[in-house]
């Protein structure tokens, strides 16, 4: 039995794709987007708030392992949530301690004093590998000199740009990839748009294949059980709700652009670890082997170039 026919047997069968997966060899596994912090240290956390019952209490990369998922996880880019600028320092010293944590996506702000500072202090680390931005943030400086000159030296350092915000940051983003097209540039989370498993939204879908026109765009398949609203966790797991999202994703990055994060602890609002990185195994797995590997860690070594250890 050839591998499509084993798929289409388990599909009959009524088994995941993510389960027919035990034939193959194991993935490799770069989950590209988490977030570690500790509450209780002496300075606390500017986030999250003390009200956030489930996000306040500390989160360590052993957290993440004691988790259940479909499959093993091999390493994680971690993306800092913290403005505190030496708290880009804290994840350092926690991934010195930690070989799982594989990269670490920084939180400086490009245009503000101190900026090329900082990010040659940090980037001497080899597991500092970007930083994150705020798509709304783009949107209303992309157009000023010194913002642009602050990102092009992350181009110059080899470095990415992670980019956080609604779907109406997504021209402000094409802009941004047409300026400083050496400059590697991840979108967050389907830029935050609403999942309801059926109505997807023209212009999403249209500033989304425009932005993707640029090379140098990429994105994270990420946010999407976070896009149901269901705070419950009761987000679903078929992988078919999420699909007409996915398939626009699909046809404007293709299986080159496409990088799995997860949002954990984020998206345990909202489903389980497993549910989350299930939904994806399952649609990539539809789309071939080589598509899956790339989704799962390929893209990500060559946008984030995360570090084997």
């Not at 289409?8 to 034939?23: E, P």
């Not at 398939?247 to 990055?253: C, G, P, S, Y």
């Not at 489903?271 to 789309?287: E, M, N, R, S, W």
Request: aromatic share 10%.
């Amino acid at each position: 039995m050839n591998r499509r026919q084993f798929l289409h047997a388990s599909a009959v069968s009524g088994l995941s794709l993510a389960g027919a997966l035990a034939a193959e060899p194991p993935l490799t596994i770069i989950d590209t987007h988490t977030h570690f912090y500790d509450p209780t240290r002496a300075e606390g956390v500017p986030w999250p708030q003390k009200s956030d019952a489930l996000l306040y209490r500390k989160v360590m990369p052993q957290d993440y392992l004691a988790l259940k998922t479909p499959q093993p996880v091999t390493g994680t880019v971690v993306v800092e949530a913290s403005a505190w600028v030496e708290d880009n320092q804290w994840i350092l010293d926690l991934a010195a301690k930690n070989p799982f944590i594989t990269g670490f996506v920084g939180n400086l702000k490009p245009g503000e004093d101190g900026f090329g500072a900082n990010l040659k202090r940090f980037a001497a680390n080899r597991l500092y590998r970007g930083i994150r931005v705020n798509g709304n943030v783009i949107k209303a400086k992309v157009g000023d000199a010194a913002f642009l000159a602050d990102l092009k030296q992350l181009a110059a350092l080899d470095l990415e740009l992670d980019i956080n915000g609604p779907a109406a940051t997504l021209p402000a983003i094409a802009q941004l990839a047409q300026a400083i097209p050496d400059l590697r540039i991840v979108i967050n989370h389907l830029s935050n748009t609403r999942i309801d498993g059926k109505n997807v939204e023209d212009a999403w879908r249209r500033d989304m294949q425009a932005a993707a026109k640029h090379q140098n765009v990429n994105a994270k398949v990420s946010g999407l059980v976070e896009g149901t609203g269901r705070k419950d966790g009761s987000a679903p797991k078929d992988a078919a709700f999420y699909a007409p999202w996915l398939d626009v994703m699909w046809e404007a990055f293709g299986e080159d652009r496409l990088i799995y994060g997860s949002n954990w602890p984020v998206s345990e609002r909202f489903a389980p670890l497993a549910t989350v990185q299930g939904i994806v195994t399952d649609y990539f797995t539809a789309k071939g082997r080589s598509a899956l590997e790339k989704c799962f860690a390929g893209n990500a070594a060559r946008v984030y170039k995360w570090v084997k250890r």
